[in-house]
């Protein structure tokens, strides 16, 4: 049976204390199919500002429709979507960027015939002018690609190919960075690598992440808040610290 322990405004325990956070990104009764397949059934969450909300389940779960759900790539059948106040569920997907979300979809989407550089510049098309600064934040970010930028984003290794993408979305200064599988075939020195980013990215300047995750326990690690799905429909939400501890729920759906 759904154990939804958490709504609106998502309650979670840190370093002993509770706190709430204001809920930027409001997922209310979403529902989305392809065809006669109905993938998400009624999903409701958030995604509060300056944390982390992992999105867990096994594979067919929902994770990715959801994200897609949101950013407007899959169209819902029904339910609302809500950022900052203001409902988005029919916004376009081109004007996605401009209300202040970024979405990173899984495999690593670089422009493989440009250069870093170049690719890292796509992410601010709709911005105009961008500052050397911005870039230089990014190379600072992302030493590795720094190391790269002229050359062809075809020679980059995934690990390198992940920290390119993530960097160009960050060029768009989301308000909320939607992450699917940034893990997926990478070593764990590199997952470490760049989840250690991500929580620095939140503490410091208030980011927000809606991350999708195969891997539980390193998005756990990371993560604020967990949301485990299943069947296309919220099991459980609770401070990611809690679900950690809860064994049978991990052992039941999470795989570890």
Known sequence: ???????????????????????????????????????????????????????????????????????????????????????????????????????????????????????????????????????DRIYDLFPRIAERRDQPAH?????????????????AQPRILLLDEPSLGLAPRIVAQIFGLLRRLVDSEGLSVLLVEQNARSALSVADVGVVLNLGRVVVTDSARTLMADEDLRHAYLGF
């Open 1 to 135: 049976m759904p154990d939804t322990r958490a709504h609106g405004s998502t309650a979670v325990a840190t370093g002993g204390d509770t706190a709430t956070a204001p809920a930027l990104l409001q997922i209310e009764d979403l529902t989305s199919s392809y065809g006669a397949v109905r993938a998400l059934d009624g999903v409701s969450l958030t995604a509060d500002a300056g944390r982390i909300t992992a999105v867990l389940g096994a594979n067919g779960a929902g994770k990715t429709t959801l994200l897609r759900t949101v950013s407007g790539l899959v169209r819902s059948s029904s339910g609302r979507v809500v950022l900052d106040g203001e409902d988005i569920t029919s916004a376009s997907v081109e004007s996605m960027v401009g209300r202040g979300m970024a979405h990173v979809p899984e495999g690593r989407g670089v422009i493989a015939e440009l250069t870093v550089h170049e690719n890292l510049r796509v992410g601010a098309l709709f911005r105009g002018k961008v500052e050397k600064s911005e870039y």
């Open 155 to 171: 020679v980059l290794s995934g690990g390198e190919r992940q920290m390119l993408v993530i960097g160009r979305a960050l060029l």
